[in-house]
Every structure is written in C-alpha cells, then in structure tokens.
C-alpha cells in the first residue's frame, strides 16, 4: 500500500481494528472478526476456495420455483431459457467484479464501498444493504418453514392446522440460522463443503423422481412472448440471484491472498453462483410449464409445491435436505448483514450484530408465515423495490473498481478526513437520480404488496402501467447503466488524483 494518513492507524484502532493474528478466532473457532482490516496472516485463501460458498448458497432446490415465475411473465419455454442464462450468469459477473474490492481493500464490501461514497456518505447504501441481507434471510427462512408445514402434512403428521408444527420450525430455523452466523467465516467454509455435496446428491435424486412429471408437448406449446415480458424476466432473474448477493459481494474475497488473480476471483464467483441457478431454474421451467396446477401452487409455497411430486419415501431426506440448503443461503446473510450493521457505527462485537439481525429475521419469518396470504407478491415487490437502489450502487461500485488500478488504502476507509473523505456528494446524488428514474419505470403488479403502488410514475410515455414495457421492470437495468456510466465519467478525475497521492501500490 502507499502512504497513509498519520491518524489513520489511530482511526482503525477506536473502531476495534485488530492486528493481532491470534485474535481472529475466538473459542470453537468462533470469527470475532468484524469490519476491521484483514491481518495479513489470514489471507491466506486461493480464488477456486471462493467456489463453494456461492454454490452452496444457491444450490437450494428454491431454485426451481423461479421456473414458474419466470413463466408467469408470459413467454415460451426457450425465451425463459435463454433470459434465466443471460440473468443469472451476468448478475453473478457483477458480483466478481465486486469481489475485486474486497481483495483489493481487505475488508467487507460496505467498507470496500466508502472508496465510492465517504467513509460517512456510505451509511446510505449501507441501509439499503443492510434491509436487503435482512429481506432475503428472512425469505429463506420462510420458504424453509413453509415447506415443513406442506411436507408433514402430506406424511399425515399433523391436520390442517399447523400452527405448532410452523412455530416450532419458525424458532427451529432461526435458532440454526443464527448460530451459524455468529460461527463466521472458518466455520461457515467447513459447513458450506458438507452441504454443497448433500444437497447436490439430493437434487440429482430429486430430478430422476420427477421426470415422469415432465410434460415436454406441453412445456414445447407455450406461446412466445413479447421483449418486454423477456426483459421482466431477466431482470426478476437477475435481482433474484447475483443482485441479490451483491451487496455482499466482497465479504469472502477479503480473505483472498494478496497474489490471488482478479480475473480468478471473478471467474469462481460467477462461476460457483451460476451452476446452481442455471440448472435448476431451467429445470424448474420444465416442471412449471407441464402444470399449471404446480406453477399456480409454486407462489404460495414453493418448496412445498416441488415435494408433492415426489414419493413419499423420499419427503424426508427432501425436507432436511431443502432445508440445509436454505440455511446455507440465509446463514450467508445474516453474515454479512450483520457486517453492514457494523458499518453504520454500531460498535458492537459482529457475534452479537448478527444475533440481532437474527431476531429480526424472526419477526419477519412469523409475520408472512401467519399473517402473510400469500408468498410470491410481497417476495417479488420486495426484489424489484430494492433492486433499484441496489442496482444504481453496483453499477457506481464497478465503475469505481474499474478506475483504480491500485489497491485500496485500507486505512483511510475508516477515517474521514483521509484521502475518500467523509463523504462523495456527486455519488450520492448519482445514486439519488438513480432511485428516481428506476422506481418510476418499475411497477408492483401484486394487491398483497399495494404499499408499492406508487411506482411506475414515469411509464406514461410508453404505455402507463398496464403498457407493455410496465412488466419489463427496466428501472432496474437502467439504474445499474446510469451508475456505472455517470461514477465513471463525473468521478474518472477525482479517483486519479486520489490513486495519484497516494503512491505506488499492488493491485
């Protein structure tokens, strides 16, 4: 790195900086690690190790309830193909790029982001971060709560009333989620292995047992649909899988070695998020285009839904299975969520944040699982809602990642009169125009999310909100367009004057 402010090391220290290898773990192997600086002695991992916490976080057989969705926008089976692959590879692409930074700055990606915005100006994206690791942790959770109250139905286990059976699991699965967060980053790796190869097994198993169910004259029948109804997709796609981890992007490259490649730690991210995916989300349009019946039941429970294919034999191993999967996910999240609850200046241990977000999670698990009459449209509203701001802060952070060619002066990220400042106005504005264009050329098509009714105020010239561009959703491609390009030419001079003060560095 190059030089660095005299206060800065001063700086890091009051916000628990740690630069003593042999605290980095505490009893049980327990991260005590939180947004502080990396200790070199821990990056010590190789770019294909990035490989298993993206596939084990999006191998769950959920997956294959994107096949409905997607279908629900009215196109054919090959246009649903071909946008689930251009979705899911791409917005996993945006999530390697992303990593970059935190190799480049040893620290979490809403740390990493205070290069973009100041080290105080990155509070806002932080909270847009933060609501949207809560929204998906909580999503996950739900889906695996409202699966084990389907499953032990169809085993006869329980009547129609499964209020016990869904409380039960609701405190089962937050319990499980929780623990594994406040674990951290060695002992999530050690899990993600074991369920990478346990819900890879059990998926096989699961595809062979539903063949029989595939209707390919059917699927082959569906009519084309229009480019806006493909972009819907798309975008539903992409703001379902890469958007929706790339706020967190950096949180595991951060212990990469200095050495590791950047076009590695790119290709293991997309790479291990895409497999997943794009395999089970083609597979899931094969299912959902044979039956109507599955597609419609996919939106109020959509694990469950996918059980009642199976056997009765293999429900069992499906549920545990589903389950581990989704954990994985949401364990991943309350993670890195709590990472960002850090970043906003709540000087607590990331153990107890993470608890915190976990309690949260709970409430918002019990609120849809018992209040909620439906699981698709507040699930969707809430993707295309956050999608947009998110996306406008992917789009200024590649641009920014783009710029430098140095690392990141891993110091003045926590201190604000250092070389990023407190704050970067033309970012924050940037991300401001961005929030306003994009949620006026979005729509919220769903009555159980008529809190986001207000959207689509700028569809009016092409068609209003019953147009044909209104289901593309294109506010979210075109806020991620808009940050990329305007961070990259209205900060193009100001990124090279501060990489020019600061010296010689490696990338």
């Not at 110091?411 to 961005?434: E, K, P, Q």
């Amino acid at each position: 790195m190059g030089e660095k402010e005299s206060s800065s090391a001063h700086d890091v220290s009051e916000l628990g900086g740690n630069n003593d290898a042999q605290t980095i773990q505490g009893k049980g192997g327990i991260e005590i690690t939180g947004i502080e600086i990396v200790h070199e002695s821990e990056r010590t991992a190789k770019p294909h190790q990035l490989f298993l916490p993206w596939f084990a976080s999006n191998i769950s057989v959920f997956g294959m309830s994107y096949g409905a969705w997607v279908l629900s926008f009215g196109i054919s089976f090959w246009q649903a193909t071909l946008v689930t692959v251009v979705g899911v590879v791409l917005s996993f692409a945006i999530c390697g790029v992303i990593a970059l930074g935190g190799k480049r700055g040893s620290v979490p990606t809403m740390v990493m982001s205070r290069a973009a915005f100041g080290v105080q100006g990155a509070k806002i994206p932080g909270v847009i971060s933060w609501l949207t690791s809560i929204g998906w942790e909580t999503v996950l959770a739900i889906t695996a709560v409202l699966a084990t109250g389907t499953i032990f139905k169809r085993l006869g286990w329980v009547g129609e009333d499964d209020t016990m059976v869904s409380v039960f699991a609701s405190v089962t699965v937050a319990f499980l989620i929780v623990l594994g967060a406040v674990a951290g980053y060695h002992i999530i790796m050690k899990m993600q292995a074991v369920l990478t190869w346990l819900t890879g097994i059990t998926t096989i198993i699961y595809v062979i047992l539903v063949i029989p169910a595939i209707k390919w004259d059917v699927v082959s029948s569906i009519p084309h649909g229009t480019l806006p109804a493909m972009i819907g997709g798309m975008t539903m796609v992409m703001t379902g899988m890469g958007l929706g981890w790339v706020n967190i992007a950096s949180d595991w490259a951060r212990y990469q070695s200095r050495d590791a490649k950047g076009s590695q730690i790119v290709f293991w991210n997309t790479f291990g998020g895409s497999l997943g995916p794009v395999v089970l989300i083609t597979f899931g349009l094969v299912l959902a285009g044979s039956s109507q019946e599955l597609s419609d039941n996919i939106g109020m429970d959509p694990v469950g839904a996918l059980a009642s294919l199976l056997p009765t034999w293999f429900l069992i191993p499906f549920l545990l299975t589903a389950i581990l999967s989704l954990l994985s996910g949401a364990i991943n999240g309350i993670y890195s969520s709590g990472l960002t609850l850090l970043t906003l200046g709540i000087k607590i241990p990331r153990p107890v944040a993470s608890l915190i977000d976990g309690v949260i999670l709970s409430v918002g698990t019990i609120y849809v699982v018992f209040y909620s009459p439906t699981f698709i449209g507040p699930f969707q509203s809430f993707l295309v809602t956050l999608g947009v701001p998110l996306a406008a802060w992917a789009g200024i952070m590649m641009a920014d990642i783009t710029l430098r060619k140095k690392s990141y002066d891993e110091f003045a990220l926590f201190n604000s009169s250092g070389r990023y400042g407190a704050g970067n106005i033309t970012s924050l504005v940037l991300m401001a125009v961005c929030c306003v264009i994009g949620w006026g050329l979005v729509v919220n098509g769903f009555q159980e999310a008529a809190w986001n009714n207000w959207q689509g105020y700028l569809l009016g010239p092409i068609g209003g909100k019953e147009g044909l561009w209104a289901s593309g959703n294109i506010g979210v491609i075109i806020s991620l367009v808009i940050g990329y390009v305007g961070y990259f030419v209205l900060c193009k001079a100001k990124v090279a004057q501060q990489e020019a003060d600061q010296g010689d560095s490696d990338v």
